[in-house]
């Protein structure tokens, strides 16, 4: 591999390829004032984002930051056999079970040492998120978002439209944006994963966020007719969704409704990376609607965490945890936003003075909601999740959506059964 190097303090961008996630070239070269980073932030925005924070953090410690970035898709797909191999000293992931399940593989190194000097500077949520079974910290917030319903204001204002908080209410919006030629709902999952929102929000809905936790853990079965009942009530609101969702990118998706051809998406706010500057002031969201179930006062939403953790044995711990703690501090985390303003610092000192509309709209939304989870590939073990799980059985339901429900919900259980022990 190729490395360009870089004068002391700054930050070094390289390429891989993905299908190997092999950084041993970078690895073997990390010595001194050298940390490597594994990175998935590989969208032009977040990417040029996460350079801003690592300028910031190279300017505070003194240290070299050789940065790996992988397609974010890829990354995730790869993690387990990157994570065997050589990989960087640290590496962007996400909180809760998809951390705790790498750190039991022995695959990442607790950073208790690092959160004994951070702590102060997180809430009592953040911190449990990054916790591992045996009481070790395992991970390092930097920031969330909501998932929730992103429209373009402009094109609601010339229609009339108003938020709707009920699903009759939704319904009857999407049916006017058709009648008004208009696609209701953006929607897209050629990269497997954007479906798992979708049935996350209308599992939480019907059943609640501990049914949710419980799916996601094993301990429910994916039989139970209340699954069924997910799959029935996405089933009746696909009509109003764009059609072709296996074949388009979310970012295409979010293009759309960013133009106007779309009434509504929802997906994390990490959509608005897809709008120019002008376009991003433009931007407005709600809570996907409640169902009339008993489960509507918790508000539940997916808000994942994501932050880094340290690798099994990295090259340069010291200055890998150096690294850490200045992601850590709000400082960091606003330079990443200022280019990406997409997200809500995880830091108590970040600076919210500057947060757009859109950012502390999404801050109130995540205090509002009652049941806060990370989403489904992040709440279930990863050889569940992945392209051979649930990512190929919801691809074949939204392939055929009038299929058996009880065999596919049956293929989903079987699968889950063959599963190893973890």
């Not at 990269?191 to 996601?216: C, E, K, Q, S, V």
Request: with cysteine.
């Amino acid at each position: 591999m190729a490395v360009r190097h870089a004068a002391r303090g700054s930050v070094v961008a390289t390429g891989l390829a993905v299908a190997a996630l092999s950084v041993s070239a970078v690895g073997a070269a990390a010595q001194g004032g050298t940390v490597t980073v594994g990175s998935n932030y590989s969208d032009e925005v977040p990417k040029a984002a996460f350079q801003a924070a690592l300028d910031h953090c190279a300017q505070q410690t003194g240290d070299t930051y050789v940065v790996n970035t992988v397609e974010h898709g890829a990354f995730q797909d790869n993690i387990n056999s990157y994570l065997q191999g050589t990989p960087d000293d640290v590496f962007t992931w996400f909180a809760g079970y998809r951390a705790k399940f790498f750190y039991a593989q022995g695959l990442a190194a607790p950073v208790s040492d690092v959160w004994a000097d951070i702590e102060s500077n997180y809430n009592p949520a953040f911190k449990g998120a990054s916790t591992a079974d045996d009481g070790e910290q395992i991970f390092v917030p930097f920031y969330n978002y909501p998932w929730v319903v992103i429209y373009n204001k402009a094109i609601w204002d010339e229609k009339g439209y108003e938020v709707p908080h009920t699903l009759e209410e939704f319904t009857a919006l999407a049916t006017q944006m058709q009648a008004d030629g208009l696609i209701p709902v953006a929607f897209a999952d050629k990269d497997g994963w954007p479906a798992m929102g979708t049935f996350d929000i209308l599992n939480m809905r019907i059943n609640g966020y501990d049914f949710h936790t419980g799916l996601m853990a094993g301990s429910e079965s994916w039989t139970d007719p209340k699954v069924t009942a997910v799959f029935e009530a996405w089933r009746s609101l696909l009509p109003v969704h764009q059609a072709g969702a296996l074949g388009r990118t979310w970012q295409e998706a979010a293009q759309d409704m960013i133009a106007g051809r779309a009434g509504m998406y929802f997906l994390g706010t990490f959509a608005g990376e897809q709008a120019d500057e002008a376009q991003r002031a433009n931007l407005d969201f709600f809570p996907f609607p409640t169902l009339g179930t008993e489960f509507d006062a918790q508000l539940g939403i997916d808000a994942p965490i994501d932050g880094f953790m340290l690798s099994r044995e990295p090259a340069n711990a010291d200055g890998a945890k150096d690294l850490l703690r200045c992601l850590a501090t709000g400082a960091a985390q606003n330079a990443f936003l200022a280019v990406s303003p997409n997200n809500v610092a995880a830091a108590n000192d970040a600076d919210t003075s500057a947060y757009t509309p859109f950012q502390e709209k999404a801050a109130a939304i995540i205090a509002g909601s009652g049941a806060i989870a990370q989403f489904l590939d992040r709440d279930t073990r990863p050889d569940f999740a992945g392209a051979n799980g649930m990512q190929s059985f919801l691809q074949s339901f939204l392939g055929e959506p009038d299929q058996d429900l009880a065999a596919l919900q049956a293929s989903i259980q079987d699968f889950w059964d063959t599963l190893p022990p973890q």
